[in-house]
């Protein structure tokens, strides 16, 4: 489950940039074309955090819709699933967002 | 939503009834919410930072470090028993004099794919990753520094049998090649877009095997079509090597 390697990424990510802080949210946002499943974040969440700064923290996910743009007609649309495909047919499609996968923010006390 | 565990939006978990149909929520765990939704009196700080951003820093050193020696870096990725390291063993047997092929072997115990490519007359480093699911950019690093490929060769870098978590680690590869075996059935594709989204090259391996299967090598093309536009599509055999020589080309080429 890469979820866990995502987590102990986030967790090392803080820790650098915010070294001497207790932590006690993180704000992350999952793309909806990221290909990491929020509730399996949320899984291994505490694992990952236990005996860091961030232990107890908040987890807070968004998870904003993918955008595209259809190269074949022009048109911008919102993809339902990981298989983007334009709504006049066209698979060929440059994705605008939906892969982000980043730290948004934190709380420290 | 609940930001002490993030629940209530049913996330990108879907499940389907047993009729078929979507129930209007995936609901999870507590039912009573006892801790406090505010955090008055913290300080927030942003950062707009990329989870995988270590990674993509090393997987770019990586793609720096092959370029500036010349050598071309294919990420494999396929599920487990694919027959990535049977078609490699028949490459590396048949390319050789005409291509150096250096391999990193990505497996979570074991050195038995290793062996088999050492005796292909390969260099390789094995990297066993224990529970982990996947290579990532750090582990590539290394074993590159070990395996010293040299000018002009090919790195195949043999990811973990897995269909779902390699997808998401950029390793520093020029080049990201899927192979699903007609074994597994034609679906595959669909079934893990994630995996096949960011392919440019889908070998359609064991096609030896196709006149026991029901597998539709056309409705598979379609669907890869579909869900990488730009993916080329080789169906191989390891066994008989039809096919092989578009591989081939596809490997030779600079």
């Given at each position: 489950m890469h979820e866990l390697a995502i987590a102990e990424s986030v967790v090392e990510t803080v820790t650098q940039r915010l070294p001497d802080a207790k932590v006690t949210c993180v704000h992350l946002e999952i793309g909806a074309l990221s290909g990491v499943v929020a509730d399996s974040i949320r899984f291994c969440f505490d694992l990952a955090t236990e005996g860091t700064s961030l232990a107890g923290a908040q987890l807070k996910i968004t998870e904003p819709p993918a955008q595209c743009r259809c190269r074949a007609c022009g048109s911008e649309f919102q993809p339902d699933s990981p298989i983007v495909l334009c709504t006049c047919g066209s698979p060929d499609a440059a994705v605008l967002s939906g892969e982000q996968l980043k730290i948004v923010s934190v709380s420290v006390a | 939503m609940c930001g002490t565990c993030g629940c209530s939006d049913g996330a990108n978990i879907r499940l389907l009834t047993p009729e078929g149909a979507e129930p209007a929520q995936v609901s999870h765990h507590h039912?009573?919410?006892?801790?406090?939704h505010d955090d008055e009196g913290d300080r927030t700080v942003v950062l707009q930072e990329k989870v995988l951003a270590r990674n993509d820093v090393l997987a770019q050193q990586n793609r720096d470090w092959l370029q500036a020696r010349g050598v071309r870096a294919v990420n494999l990725m396929s599920s487990p028993g694919a027959g990535k390291t049977t078609l490699l063993e028949r490459t590396a047997t048949d390319l050789a004099g005409q291509l150096v092929i250096s391999v990193i072997e990505g497996d979570q115990e074991t050195a038995l794919d290793a062996d088999r490519m050492r005796r292909a007359g390969c260099r390789v480093v094995q990297v066993n990753t224990g529970t982990g699911c996947h290579l990532d950019a750090a582990m590539v690093s290394q074993a590159l520094q070990s395996l010293d490929p040299p000018a002009g060769s090919v790195v195949v870098i043999e990811n973990v049998g897995n269909l779902v978590c390699p997808a998401l680690f950029d390793l520093g590869e020029a080049h990201r090649t899927v192979l699903a075996s007609v074994a597994e059935g034609a679906d595959k594709p669909v079934k893990y877009p994630h995996m096949f989204r960011t392919a440019d090259l889908v070998l359609v391996s064991k096609t030896d095997l196709l006149p026991h299967l029901d597998f539709d090598l056309g409705r598979c093309t379609a669907d890869i079509g579909r869900i990488s536009p730009g993916a080329q599509v080789l169906p191989v055999s390891a066994r008989t090597g039809d096919g092989c020589l578009k591989w081939y080309d596809w490997l030779l080429r600079p």
């Open positions: - | 039912g009573d919410h006892t801790h406090s």
